[in-house]
């Protein structure tokens, strides 16, 4: 496994950290498979707890087709995130191109049901070598 760079945005005092990293075991070039993991560090730095509802993904291959994803949570968890807390889950993606890029934005509620949106930072998925980093 290769560790990328680590990739961060603030949105209503909810920072997202996403690290993304090549798995080299899980893919098979020959057949046009790349894969690639991530860990995500979502801190809640609001007075208030806050709850994680809803995903929405944006992925990109190197060819520039998207793919739309959306649901409920995150790893089938919607996590409550006390104030000055974190919530961390790792997941994953294949491609059909050696690169690619997702963004996205968490569905998130505060205590009195208030709902916003919170920025996934754009990171790039690369193979190890390729040269090519999103900022």
């Known amino acids: 496994m290769h560790d990328g760079p680590?990739?961060?945005?603030?949105?209503?005092?909810?920072?997202?950290?996403?690290?993304?990293?090549?798995?080299?075991g899980q893919s098979d070039p020959e057949a046009g498979r790349w894969v690639w993991a991530y860990q995500v560090?979502?801190?809640?730095?609001?007075?208030?707890?806050?709850?994680?509802?809803?995903?929405?993904w944006t992925i990109t291959d190197g060819l520039g087709r998207t793919e739309e994803v959306r649901g409920a949570g995150v790893v089938g968890e919607q996590p409550v995130i006390p104030p000055g807390g974190s919530h961390s889950y790792a997941s994953g993606c294949p491609l059909s191109t050696p690169s690619g890029a997702m963004v996205g934005?968490?569905?998130?509620?505060?205590?009195?049901?208030?709902?916003?949106?919170?920025?996934?930072?754009?990171?790039s998925l690369d193979v190890p070598g390729a040269g090519r980093t999103l900022n």
């Open 6 to 24: 680590a990739y961060s945005a603030e949105t209503h005092d909810v920072i997202v950290r996403v690290r993304p990293s090549y798995l080299a």
């Open 41 to 56: 560090e979502i801190v809640n730095c609001r007075p208030e707890p806050v709850q994680l509802l809803a995903r929405h």
């Open 105 to 123: 934005t968490y569905m998130m509620a505060d205590e009195k049901g208030g709902r916003f949106e919170v920025a996934i930072p754009a990171f």
